[in-house]
């Protein structure tokens, strides 16, 4: 993909193809951005099984012309018998199988809030409209992509003893190959009857009532009570101002806090010109500042240690822009986490623009597929810590950290780009990468996408935390980043799923709308 694409009646983004279709097909036939949403997050949790599943959480960013963004958290807490008791003699939570699922899944929950959102802008499709990609693909087939295969693959020995996992995701105990006709009928059974008795059925209904006693017979601490108290929940987004712009993202638990902080301090550099040395070292010092305060103050919102706010203002960025050695590299690594996303984007004809995401934490979440719903479930409380004394310490009803993060940026001559990616560490640092690159040097939508990227820490898939590079980078470049103390690591692809999956959409005044989808993924952009 070398060129931004441009439509005016509507536009959806995805990582992969048919979830695009998906969304941009309701544009067509009278939907509105967040409709088109639920019809694309419900295919991907179809066709992307090893990035999301509707077992997992999700994250919204709408707006509406004229209006503030309003922002939609949609995770689950922790379990009520999700104790440290439930885990005594355990050094940590597990990371696959039924130990593994102890949080509530809030996806669906975020759809149908998101729904009510937007119930004032006109007639409403049907949710069976909305859902019938998604049911038609779980129960017709999908073809495995390579990225399924590779991460089935690699990740093999954690997940061929979860639950229900072999006989949904293996053949004859192997990956499937790429290009498997891979059908899912529990699942295809579960969305259609979400589609006939609607998105609340699979907390208080007949699909709750069936997730919650095999969660339970497995041996997860998630109980049919969970499910019934659960409620996705409106929340005040945080922003930081800039130049030319106001940049919106998710509050604690996500860590939006670090991409707001990364473009607040990168912008107190000064800095004037892309892809050379100041570029990458100082989105990298930045990353690195935000980092650490978000690893100190990130958490459950009930428990925040001090207020993020506090962080976003110029004052505050400034003071920590002025750390920063223009020249050397400040000693690396702290603390990283893994994750496993899919981020989407939708705007509609009237200029509603949408920045979601839907994960399962790590690739296929648990592992532990429910047999009688095909349910895939999240491993997210993973990320709590089984000491008392951790900032993010795990106890029933506690949200867990989320390196979840949907962005959006009003520009003060009118334009609204939602934008984002997966990748763990990894997000914030390539929605920076791409914001700047488009609305700070010039670069179009697509360039800025498709343009060599580094992470500095951990992906999904990926263990070590040095400074990660993809090969397209001009080597003289490499060289004085090692110089200055960076702990480099030149990747050998020149397009690596380790820098995760990005999009972008852009409408303008005039109601045009440009899209750009990453190379990297599965994924087109889909306009009408």
């Known amino acids: 993909?070398?060129?931004?694409?441009?439509?005016?009646?509507?536009?959806?983004?995805?990582?992969?193809?048919?979830?695009?279709?998906?969304?941009?097909?309701?544009?067509?036939?009278?939907?509105?951005?967040?409709?088109?949403?639920?019809?694309?997050?419900?295919?991907?949790?179809?066709?992307?099984?090893?990035?999301?599943?509707?077992?997992?959480?999700?994250?919204?960013?709408?707006?509406?012309?004229?209006?503030?963004?309003?922002?939609?958290?949609?995770?689950?807490?922790?379990?009520?018998?999700?104790?440290?008791?439930?885990?005594?003699?355990?050094?940590?939570?597990?990371?696959?199988?039924?130990?593994?699922?102890?949080?509530?899944?809030?996806?669906?929950?975020?759809?149908?809030?998101?729904?009510?959102?937007?119930?004032?802008?006109?007639?409403?499709?049907?949710?069976?409209?909305?859902?019938?990609?998604?049911?038609r693909h779980a129960r017709d087939g999908i073809a495995v992509t390579a990225s399924q295969h590779a991460l089935t693959r690699s990740k093999l020995d954690g997940l061929r003893g979860a639950p229900g996992f072999a006989d949904v995701f293996l053949v004859d105990g192997a990956p499937p190959p790429v290009g498997h006709v891979l059908r899912q009928p529990a699942l295809a059974h579960t969305l259609q009857t979400l589609a006939e008795r609607g998105l609340d059925d699979f907390y208080r209904g007949q699909v709750g009532a069936a997730l919650g006693a095999e969660l339970a017979r497995l041996g997860s601490p998630v109980r049919r009570g969970d499910l019934a108290g659960y409620a996705a929940k409106r929340v005040d987004p945080l922003s930081v101002r800039l130049s030319d712009c106001t940049v919106y993202n998710l509050p604690p638990p996500t860590q939006g806090l670090a991409h707001l902080m990364i473009l607040g301090i990168f912008e107190q550099l000064g800095i004037t010109e892309a892809e050379g040395f100041d570029y990458v070292h100082g989105l990298v010092e930045s990353t690195k500042r935000a980092f650490r305060v978000r690893d100190r103050v990130v958490t459950d919102p009930g428990r925040l240690p001090a207020d993020p706010r506090g962080f976003l203002t110029a004052a505050a960025l400034a003071e920590r822009a002025a750390t920063i050695d223009r020249r050397t590299a400040l000693p690396w690594p702290d603390p990283a986490a893994p994750g496993d996303t899919i981020w989407m984007g939708a705007v509609d004809r009237e200029g509603r623009a949408v920045s979601f995401i839907q994960s399962v934490y790590w690739e296929f979440g648990s592992g532990v597929v429910l047999e009688d719903t095909g349910v895939t479930w999240q491993n997210r409380g993973t990320s709590f810590s089984l000491d008392p004394q951790a900032l993010n310490a795990l106890e029933p009803g506690r949200l867990p950290f989320h390196t979840l993060n949907p962005s959006m940026a009003l520009f003060d001559d009118g334009r609204v780009m939602p934008y984002g990616t997966m990748g763990g560490e990894g997000q914030p640092q390539t929605q920076a990468a791409v914001f700047t690159r488009y609305a700070r040097f010039g670069h179009s939508l697509q360039q800025a996408v498709s343009a060599p990227r580094w992470l500095l820490g951990r992906t999904w898939g990926d263990v070590t935390t040095t400074l990660k590079l993809e090969n397209r980078f001009d080597p003289a470049l490499v060289s004085a980043l090692r110089a200055a103390g960076h702990d480099v690591e030149l990747l050998e692809a020149a397009f690596s799923d380790t820098m995760g999956h990005a999009g972008a959409l852009v409408r303008h005044p005039d109601g045009r709308i440009e899209g750009a989808v990453d190379p990297r993924s599965d994924g087109i952009v889909a306009g009408l």
Do not use: K
């Open 1 to 135: 993909m070398l060129h931004t694409l441009s439509a005016l009646g509507g536009m959806q983004v995805a990582p992969h193809h048919l979830a695009a279709q998906a969304g941009r097909d309701v544009l067509r036939d009278g939907g509105n951005a967040v409709e088109a949403m639920v019809a694309a997050a419900s295919t991907i949790a179809v066709v992307y099984p090893h990035m999301n599943a509707i077992g997992g959480d999700g994250f919204w960013l709408i707006h509406e012309p004229g209006q503030a963004p309003v922002a939609i958290a949609a995770c689950g807490p922790a379990a009520a018998m999700a104790n440290r008791d439930f885990y005594a003699g355990l050094d940590a939570i597990p990371a696959r199988g039924p130990g593994a699922a102890l949080t509530v899944a809030g996806t669906i929950g975020g759809w149908d809030t998101a729904l009510q959102a937007a119930a004032g802008w006109g007639a409403a499709l049907p949710l069976e409209r909305l859902l019938a990609d998604a049911i």
